[in-house]
């Protein structure tokens, strides 16, 4: 059966450093999408980056980027120049035709 | 554009009564997600419509649990009768179809229910 798993459960890190958080799966299927959604304090979760498992190339979004490792199944998210808003729960998300699993999430602290 | 719209955001209820949350997705949306999010875990998804017919849902508790989307557009999930395990967040989203399974979810601010 799949799995997600988030191995850190909260994180902190300086305003303006830079912050990896982790994500790895279990798969035998080759097709799927990954995502990082994020969920601020009593506001609604909105998408962070997705990766389709076909290409290659890291998915990024401005200070947003993702190491995706296939064969390790790892999908790390990298925060770079981190900013106060930067302060919510993170969710991995692993997405397939009949499989939608999220892992538990990495709630991920900015410190001024 | 209007984002997904849940309510009510807030509802208490005692253990064997029943409680009906609604859901309207984005406009033009064809996929609506419901999802069960208890403290301290990530969303299960509980089950999937694609217009009005369900694509999965085959986390729905279903001797307590049902869900409807009448005309592929608002939905209505519904617990009957309540436990206190059912203690949770409930999110709706809902996503366009083009990408099918590959494109983005849009969330609702979710309706929080506490069973006593």
């Known amino acids: 059966a799949q799995t997600v798993t988030q191995s850190q459960p909260e994180m902190s890190v300086q305003e303006a450093e830079t912050v990896t958080l982790s994500c790895t799966y279990d798969?035998?299927?080759?097709?799927?999408?990954l995502f990082w959604y994020k969920q601020p304090p009593s506001r609604q979760m909105i998408l962070v980056i997705r990766q389709e498992a076909y290409k290659q190339q890291n998915a990024t979004e401005n200070r947003f980027s993702v190491n995706f490792q296939k064969a390790a199944k790892s999908f790390s998210l990298k925060i770079s120049d981190s900013q106060l808003g930067d302060a919510a729960m993170y969710f991995c998300?692993?997405?397939?035709?009949?499989?939608?699993?999220f892992g538990k999430g990495t709630r991920l602290h900015i410190l001024p | 554009e209007a984002g997904v719209a849940q309510s009510p955001r807030y509802k208490i209820i005692e253990k064997r009564q029943s409680v009906a949350f609604w859901c309207n997705p984005i406009s033009g949306h064809a996929t609506l997600y419901w999802y069960q999010q208890i403290l301290g875990q990530g969303p299960k998804l509980l089950i999937q419509f694609q217009n009005n017919g369900v694509v999965d849902d085959s986390q729905l508790p279903k001797d307590r649990f049902s869900a409807e989307r009448l005309k592929g557009v608002d939905s209505t999930l519904k617990i009957q009768p309540a436990k206190l395990e059912d203690s949770a967040v409930y999110l709706c989203?809902?996503?366009?179809?083009?990408?099918?399974?590959?494109?983005?979810?849009?969330f609702g601010p979710g309706t929080r229910l506490l069973v006593l």
């Open positions: 798969t035998s299927e080759s097709d799927y999408y």
């Open positions: 998300a692993y997405i397939t035709d009949d499989k939608i699993i």
């Open positions: 989203a809902s996503s366009p179809l083009w990408r099918g399974v590959g494109e983005t979810q849009y």
